[in-house]
């Protein structure tokens, strides 16, 4: 089975609408999709991710990236199809919706045109599902592997995503241009680093107010107390953990959300190394 739209994805959008309360449209799948096959093709010239089973890719690359913004999500009114009407819902989902979405959309404060960094995005996660999905918002994909940055303009122009930006750069040093610094409302980060070292690469580049949504596996308490600590430093404060099930494999998975309440102090973040290797 290589194709995500078949036979399974019915019941991808039927997951949606039960743990998000978001559909996505036929436009949006088609996109999924393309993204899918486009990824496979990349990843026989350079080495993009592991994940390639549909299913998996699913649930690790678009579910997983959406999950921490369903926030924006939750609710929002689809110019819908009609498709997904026939679907039955799945009571072994509804069973597996852990994490009610809390505080929505008051978690950033101009989420009509919001704009989004995703650093160290590597193959486009979760970057590319969210401006699929927040047609309205601009997300610039930013990572320091140029190699990367050339496969997500391709990505890109083939998708016809005129609301990507890209950027080719370390976060230590993008952090402080001008037309970067305190610019965005949301900055994502996945699998770059330790939650202090994404606070460090984030929290700079947020406006006052903004959002840092820091993607975890595991989350131990005794990791809350050096980023509390980092966080203050930074300007920021820990707003909330949410820890949720992947609707597949049930794997746990967390959500660590920064607010942005005071301008960060400008020699954050610290040279290029520096934050992976004296974190905060
Ligand atoms: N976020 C993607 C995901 O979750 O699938 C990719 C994660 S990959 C493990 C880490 C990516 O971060 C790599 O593509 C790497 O080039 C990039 N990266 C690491 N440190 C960085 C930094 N300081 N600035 C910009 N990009 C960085």
């Known amino acids: 089975m290589n194709n995500l739209n078949s036979p399974f994805l019915p019941d991808m959008v039927n997951i949606w609408q039960q743990t998000m309360n978001w559909t996505p449209t036929v436009h949006q799948q088609e996109l999924f999709q393309k993204l899918y096959e486009l990824i496979l093709s990349g990843n026989s010239q350079q080495n993009l991710t592991r994940i390639t089973e549909p299913q998996e890719f699913w649930e690790k690359h678009l579910w997983d990236s959406l999950r921490g913004i369903a926030f924006l999500l939750s609710g929002q009114a689809q110019e819908n199809t009609g498709d997904t009407e026939e679907l039955t819902p799945s009571s072994v989902l509804i069973s597996n919706l852990q994490s009610p979405i809390q505080n929505p ?113 595991n989350w131990m308490e005794d990791e809350a107390k050096s980023l509390k600590n980092a966080v203050q430093q930074l300007g920021g404060t820990i707003e909330s953990v949410e820890e949720f099930t992947t609707p597949l494999t049930h794997s746990i998975r967390h959500c660590l959300y920064l607010r942005k309440v005071a301008t960060t102090p400008s020699q954050f973040p610290r040279a290029v190394g520096v934050p992976t290797q004296k974190p905060l």
Do not use: W
């Not at 978690?107 to 969210?130: E, H, R, S, V």
């Not at 303009?153 to 990507?164: A, P, S, W």
């Not at 965005?184 to 840092?212: F, H």
């Open 105 to 217: 959309k008051s978690k950033i404060q101009n989420p009509k045109f919001p704009t989004f960094i995703d650093i160290g995005t590597g193959a486009g996660f979760p970057g590319i599902p969210i401006a699929i999905t927040v047609a309205h918002g601009t997300v610039t994909l930013l990572d320091s592997t140029r190699k990367k940055i050339a496969f997500l303009d391709r990505v890109k122009d083939e998708l016809h995503l005129t609301n990507i930006k890209t950027v080719t750069g370390r976060a230590e040093e993008i952090s402080h241009q001008i037309q970067h610094r305190q610019c965005y409302d949301v900055a994502l980060i996945r699998a770059v680093g330790t939650a202090s070292v994404c606070a460090e690469y984030t929290l700079p580049l947020l406006k006052q107010g903004g959002l840092a949504v820091i993607y975890r596996g």
